[in-house]
């Protein structure tokens, strides 16, 4: 017995070979977090309610200052709290405001109506009509 490697009597059932293909690798470069910082300002100095955009800003200087640092992993969670507290804050900045011409609006029509009743009232009271006379 030969065992002698490579061994001689051995060749390929195909006569052409194909050849593997290239293996494209691309390397980008790392995704930076964002840390939201402006809109945390925005939400801090305007009708700053429940103290949200505060909170905001405080996460957004947290995951600026990771950022700097290199813990990219830390920044985006610091930026993902801020990214929720700014629209939480947001919210409360858009809706508040809503609600509150809402009232006046729906407040001003209730006190015309109740004063129109008064008024029709009184005229009743003081001026009777000839109908009710007889």
Same mark, same amino acid.
């Given at each position: 017995? @030969?065992?002698?490697? *490579?061994?001689? @009597?051995? %060749? =390929?059932?195909?006569?052409?070979?194909?050849?593997? /293909? *290239?293996?494209?690798?691309?390397?980008?470069? =790392?995704?930076?977090?964002?840390?939201?910082?402006?809109?945390?300002?925005?939400?801090?100095?305007?009708?700053?309610?429940?103290?949200?955009?505060?909170? &905001?800003? &405080?996460? /957004?200087? $947290?995951?600026? @200052?990771? $950022?700097?640092?290199?813990?990219?992993? &830390?920044?985006?969670?610091?930026?993902? $709290? &801020?990214?929720?507290?700014?629209? #939480?804050?947001?919210?409360?900045?858009?809706?508040?405001?809503?609600?509150?011409?809402?009232?006046?609006?729906?407040?001003? #029509?209730?006190?015309?109506? %109740?004063?129109?009743?008064?008024? @029709?009232? %009184?005229?009743?009271?003081?001026? =009777?009509? !000839?109908? !009710?006379?007889?």
């Amino acid at each position: 017995m @030969d065992t002698s490697y *490579p061994r001689e @009597d051995y %060749l =390929p059932m195909t006569s052409h070979k194909q050849e593997p /293909s *290239p293996t494209v690798i691309t390397i980008r470069p =790392p995704v930076v977090p964002r840390d939201y910082m402006t809109w945390s300002v925005f939400n801090t100095i305007y009708m700053n309610l429940c103290c949200l955009g505060f909170v &905001a800003l &405080a996460y /957004s200087v $947290k995951a600026r @200052d990771q $950022k700097v640092a290199g813990d990219l992993e &830390a920044a985006r969670h610091y930026g993902s $709290k &801020a990214k929720c507290y700014n629209i #939480l804050a947001t919210m409360w900045n858009v809706a508040l405001p809503l609600v509150l011409i809402a009232l006046v609006v729906t407040g001003v #029509l209730h006190l015309s109506k %109740l004063a129109q009743e008064s008024m @029709d009232y %009184l005229a009743y009271r003081l001026f =009777p009509t !000839e109908d !009710e006379d007889k």
